[in-house]
C-alpha cells in the first residue's frame, strides 16, 4: 500500500532528484528501506519571500510499510494512500436520442462521461472550430470586425479556448482526477496532474480541444458547429424536439443544456418557453495590468527569479458597512488583456495566457460584487441587461470602435486624467474617466480595494499599472433551476449544465458539473 508524505522541501534550481535524499534524511531511513517513490503534487511557498521553498508531496512504498505508519502515526504529512479503485460504468443499452448543447468545458466533459456507458450524441455548437475561430478572434482583435457567432465566447471549446486555462477548483470532487488524466491524454502537459495550480494555457488547450474532439467522433459522437439551439418543441411537459438554426428539427429526448455565461438569446429563447430562472449575483469592474517583473518582485522579492514561474497573485477586500466585496478574478500571469466581446456595440475585457505564459505583463480582473438589488430591471434576465448597459457604455467611452476605455490605476485613484495608460488590449485603447463607465458604487468600492491590495502587495499601486474596463463576464447572471436530479424543474428531460447554467465558475468546475449531469442521465436510463 504506497504510503502518502507531504511537506517535502527544496530550493529552487535544486533537482527533483534529491527528493530521495531529502525523504531518507527526514525520516532517518536506509537506502534499502525505499523500494519506489513518485512526485504526487507540487507547489511554491513564498510566505517568506525573499526566502522561496519548493513543496512536494510523494508517493511512497517501503519495506516495512505497517513498522514506518507506526512510527510516524502523529506526523501530519504521512498517510497510508490505499489506491482508488477504478469507476464502474455499467453500459446502457437503451437507445436514446440525446442532445448536448454547448462545446464548452461542460458540454464536452458531458459528452466524454456518456461515452463511458456506450452512449452517444449529438453536440450543436453555435460557433465554428477552433482553427476558423481562431482567424476570426485575430481578425476582431486587428480590425475590430466582430462576428457575432464566432469569438472569444462563442466556438470550440467554449470562452475557457481563449483563458489561462487554469484548472483549479474550490470544488472538492473524486471525479478531478478523472478530468485532469483526461486532459493529459488529450495533450495537456502532463505535469497538470501534480501541480497544486494546474493551468494548460490558451495555446495547449486548443490542441486539447480539437484532439477531445476526434476522440468523441471515434466514439459515435456527431459534432456540429455553426449550429445554434433557437427553439424547443415541447410535448406532455417534456423536450421532443430541438430547433436548429430556426429551421432544422432535431429529435430529441433529452437535452443537455451548457450553452456559457453569454448565450443571452438562449437564456431570452428559454423565458419564452417559460422554463423556470432566477437572477443571480456577479461581479463586475476592470482589468488591470501590471509589468510581470514588478509581480514577481513583490511575490517572490526578486525582480526576475530564476527557476520560478511568473508570480501570481490574490487579493480581497471587504467593506463590512457596505456589504461590498472587491477581488482579484482570473489572474493571467505572463499574460494579455484581450477583447471578449459578443454582441455588437459593447466591450468586454478579458485575459488569457499561453502556456509558458511569457508575456511580459501580468494582468487581472479587479471586480465588485453585484446583486440582483442592483440591477434596474425585474426578472430572470434583469441581470444581462444590467451587463448590457456597462459594456454599451465602454463601448461608447473607448470610441464606438472596439476600444476599451482605459485609465492609469493612479490617475483612477486621485480621480484625474493625464498619465500614461499602456496596455496589451488590442484593437487598442482610448483614454477614459472610468467613473464615468462603471456604476458609482462599483467605483468606490474598486478604489477602498486597491488601496487594501497596496497594504497586502507593497508596490500594487503604480503608474506603470494600467485599467481598462469592463470585466462583465466573471460568471453567468442567471441560474436555469434544476432539481436533485439535475432536471429543470419546469421542463422534463431539459438537464442544465455548467457555467452557462448557473452551476460553475471556470473550466474544471464546469467539467465537473458536466460529469455530474452525465452521471444523473445515465442513472436514469439504468433505471428505467
Known amino acids: 500500500m504506497p504510503i502518502l508524505i507531504r511537506n517535502l ?29 513518485q512526485v504526487v503534487r507540487t507547489g511554491i511557498d513564498a510566505r517568506k519571500k525573499p526566502r522561496i521553498r519548493l513543496v512536494y508531496g510523494v508517493e511512497c512504498s517501503l519495506r516495512d510499510e505497517a513498522g514506518f505508519l507506526a512510527r510516524f502515526a502523529g506526523d501530519p504529512d504521512v498517510a497510508d ?33 456518456l461515452a463511458e456507458y456506450g452512449l452517444t450524441a449529438t453536440l450543436l455548437e453555435r460557433g ?37 486555462g487554469k484548472l483549479t477548483t474550490r470544488v472538492r470532487d473524486a471525479n478531478i482526477t478523472w478530468v485532469l488524466e483526461k486532459l493529459a491524454r488529450f495533450g495537456a502537459p502532463p505535469e497538470i496532474l501534480i501541480q497544486a495550480k494546474p493551468h494548460i494555457g490558451t495555446d495547449r488547450l486548443r490542441e486539447v480541444v480539437v484532439a477531445l474532439r476526434e476522440e468523441l467522433t471515434a466514439s459515435g459522437f456527431t459534432v456540429r458547429f455553426s449550429a ?47 422554463v423556470r430562472m432566477e437572477p443571480k449575483p456577479f461581479a463586475v469592474g476592470v482589468r488591470v495590468e501590471h509589468p510581470q517583473e514588478l509581480i514577481n518582485r513583490i511575490q517572490y522579492g526578486h525582480p526576475a527569479p530564476p527557476h520560478l514561474p511568473p508570480a501570481e497573485y490574490g487579493v480581497t477586500y471587504n467593506n463590512r458597512e457596505t456589504g461590498r466585496s472587491a477581488y482579484s478574478f482570473c489572474m493571467c500571469p505572463g499574460g494579455v488583456v484581450m477583447a471578449g466581446s459578443s454582441e455588437a456595440g459593447g466591450v468586454v475585457t478579458n485575459g488569457m495566457s499561453n502556456h509558458l505564459r511569457n508575456s511580459p505583463y501580468a494582468n487581472s480582473a479587479l471586480v465588485v460584487n453585484v446583486s440582483p438589488r442592483d440591477f434596474p430591471h425585474d426578472g430572470p434576465l434583469a441581470g444581462i441587461r444590467f451587463q448590457q448597459e456597462l459594456e454599451r457604455r465602454a463601448y461608447a467611452a473607448g470610441g464606438k470602435s472596439y476600444h476599451a476605455p482605459g485609465q492609469n490605476l493612479m490617475d483612477f485613484l486621485e480621480k484625474r486624467q493625464g498619465r500614461r495608460h499602456a496596455s496589451s488590449y488590442l484593437p487598442g485603447v482610448r483614454e477614459c474617466d472610468l467613473a464615468t463607465v462603471l456604476p458609482g458604487f462599483v467605483t468606490e468600492t474598486l478604489r477602498e480595494g486597491i488601496q487594501a491590495f497596496e497594504r497586502k502587495m507593497k508596490g500594487f499601486i503604480t503608474e506603470a499599472a494600467t485599467l481598462t474596463g469592463v470585466e462583465s463576464r466573471t460568471s453567468a447572471p442567471l441560474r436555469i433551476v434544476r432539481g436533485d436530479d439535475c432536471q429543470s424543474v419546469t421542463l422534463q428531460g431539459l438537464y442544465p449544465a455548467g457555467e452557462g447554467a448557473g452551476y460553475a465558475g471556470g473550466i474544471m468546475s464546469a467539467a465537473l458539473d458536466g460529469i455530474r449531469v452525465a452521471d444523473e442521465i445515465a442513472k436514469r436510463l439504468l433505471e428505467g
Open 228 to 274: 445554434k439551439l433557437t427553439g424547443l418543441e415541447i410535448r406532455g411537459g417534456s423536450v421532443a424536439t430541438a430547433l436548429v438554426n430556426e429551421q432544422e428539427e432535431l429529435a430529441c429526448d433529452l437535452l443537455i443544456l451548457a450553452p456559457g455565461h453569454s448565450a443571452r438569446d438562449t437564456y431570452g429563447m428559454l423565458a419564452g418557453h417559460g
Open 9 to 37: 522541501i527544496l530550493s529552487p534550481g535544486e533537482p527533483e532528484e534529491l527528493l530521495r535524499e531529502e525523504l531518507l534524511r527526514r525520516f532517518q531511513l536506509e537506502s534499502g528501506d525505499l523500494l519506489a517513490f
Open 128 to 164: 465554428k472550430p477552433v482553427q476558423e475561430r481562431l482567424a476570426d478572434v485575430q481578425r476582431f482583435w486587428n480590425r475590430g470586425e466582430l462576428d457575432e457567432e464566432s469569438n472569444v465566447q462563442f466556438g470550440e471549446g467554449g470562452a475557457g479556448t481563449f483563458s489561462d
Open 81 to 113: 494512500a490505499p489506491p482508488l479503485p477504478p469507476p464502474l460504468f455499467p453500459r446502457i443499452r437503451e437507445n436514446k436520442q440525446i442532445v448536448i448543447v454547448g462545446t464548452g468545458p461542460a458540454g464536452l466533459f458531458a459528452a466524454l462521461r
